[in-house]
C-alpha cells in the first residue's frame, strides 16, 4: 500500500501538472469555444479515455517500449502529428463552409469522443512522461509494484478529469459571451484548426527528452 504522505505528495505534483496548460487543456478549450459545453466535454471524454491508457500502460510497464525503442516513439510521434494536421485541415474547410453561408454541420459525438483519444493516445511524450512519474512514488518493499502502479494511474485520471473539467466549464462561460458577436462562429472554427496545426507542429519538431 502507498503510504498516506507519498500519496499526498503524488496529488499535489498532479495538481501543479493538470494547472499547467497543456495540448489537451488546449484542445479541449479551443473546442468548447468553438462548438459548445456539450462538445467540450464529449471531447473531455475522449481525451481522458486516451490518458488513461497512458496511465495504464505506464503502471503495466508498456511505456517502456517507446523509451527504449526510438523507432516506436517516432511512429507514434508522426503518427500524431499527420492526424492533428489532417484535423486542422478539415477544421479550417468547416470554417470556409460558414463563409460560404452553407451550413456546416457539427461533428458526431462519436467522432469528436475518437478526435479526443487519438490527440491524447497518439501522444508519445505523455507515454514517456508518466514512465519517469510513477517510479519516483513506488516502492517495491510496500507490496505489488502493479497494484501501487494502478492506484496512482486512478488518482492522476481524477485529478486530470477535475482539472479538465474546470477548464471546459469556465471556456462554457466565455463562450457565452463570444457567442453574442458576429462572424463568432466562423472565426472560432479558425482558432481550433490553428490548435490543431500548432499541436501537429509542436509533435513533429519536439525531441524524445
Given at each position: 500500500m502507498l503510504p498516506l504522505d507519498t500519496w499526498l505528495l503524488f496529488c499535489l505534483a498532479c495538481v501543479a501538472l493538470a494547472a499547467t496548460p497543456g495540448p489537451n487543456m488546449l484542445f479541449l478549450v479551443s473546442r468548447t469555444l468553438a462548438q459548445g459545453r456539450a462538445a467540450g466535454?464529449?471531447?473531455?471524454?475522449?481525451?481522458?479515455?486516451?490518458?488513461?491508457?497512458?496511465?495504464?500502460?505506464?503502471?503495466?510497464?508498456?511505456?517502456?517500449?517507446?523509451?527504449?525503442?526510438?523507432?516506436a516513439y517516432e511512429v507514434v510521434r508522426?503518427?500524431?502529428?499527420i492526424y492533428l494536421a489532417w484535423l486542422a485541415l478539415i477544421t479550417w474547410r468547416a470554417s470556409a463552409a460558414d463563409d460560404s453561408s452553407v451550413a456546416a454541420p457539427h461533428a458526431a459525438p462519436g467522432r469528436m469522443f475518437r478526435q479526443g483519444l487519438f490527440t491524447s493516445v497518439l501522444n508519445p511524450k505523455v507515454a514517456v512522461f508518466q514512465?519517469?512519474?510513477f517510479p519516483q512514488f513506488v516502492d517495491p518493499a510496500r507490496g505489488s509494484v502493479l497494484v501501487q502502479s494502478l492506484a496512482l494511474a486512478l488518482t492522476q485520471l481524477v485529478i486530470v478529469v477535475a482539472g479538465d473539467s474546470v477548464c471546459v466549464a469556465a471556456a462554457t462561460g466565455a463562450r457565452r459571451w463570444f457567442a453574442?458577436?458576429?462572424?463568432?462562429?466562423?472565426?472560432?472554427?479558425?482558432a481550433l484548426a490553428g490548435v490543431f496545426a500548432a499541436l501537429a507542429a509542436r509533435l513533429a519538431i519536439q525531441s524524445r527528452v
Amino acid at each position: 500500500m502507498l503510504p498516506l504522505d507519498t500519496w499526498l505528495l503524488f496529488c499535489l505534483a498532479c495538481v501543479a501538472l493538470a494547472a499547467t496548460p497543456g495540448p489537451n487543456m488546449l484542445f479541449l478549450v479551443s473546442r468548447t469555444l468553438a462548438q459548445g459545453r456539450a462538445a467540450g466535454f464529449v471531447s473531455l471524454a475522449g481525451t481522458s479515455a486516451g490518458f488513461a491508457l497512458h496511465a495504464l500502460a505506464a503502471a503495466l510497464g508498456l511505456s517502456a517500449l517507446l523509451a527504449a525503442v526510438p523507432l516506436a516513439y517516432e511512429v507514434v510521434r508522426w503518427a500524431g502529428a499527420i492526424y492533428l494536421a489532417w484535423l486542422a485541415l478539415i477544421t479550417w474547410r468547416a470554417s470556409a463552409a460558414d463563409d460560404s453561408s452553407v451550413a456546416a454541420p457539427h461533428a458526431a459525438p462519436g467522432r469528436m469522443f475518437r478526435q479526443g483519444l487519438f490527440t491524447s493516445v497518439l501522444n508519445p511524450k505523455v507515454a514517456v512522461f508518466q514512465l519517469a512519474l510513477f517510479p519516483q512514488f513506488v516502492d517495491p518493499a510496500r507490496g505489488s509494484v502493479l497494484v501501487q502502479s494502478l492506484a496512482l494511474a486512478l488518482t492522476q485520471l481524477v485529478i486530470v478529469v477535475a482539472g479538465d473539467s474546470v477548464c471546459v466549464a469556465a471556456a462554457t462561460g466565455a463562450r457565452r459571451w463570444f457567442a453574442a458577436r458576429p462572424q463568432w462562429g466562423r472565426w472560432s472554427k479558425r482558432a481550433l484548426a490553428g490548435v490543431f496545426a500548432a499541436l501537429a507542429a509542436r509533435l513533429a519538431i519536439q525531441s524524445r527528452v
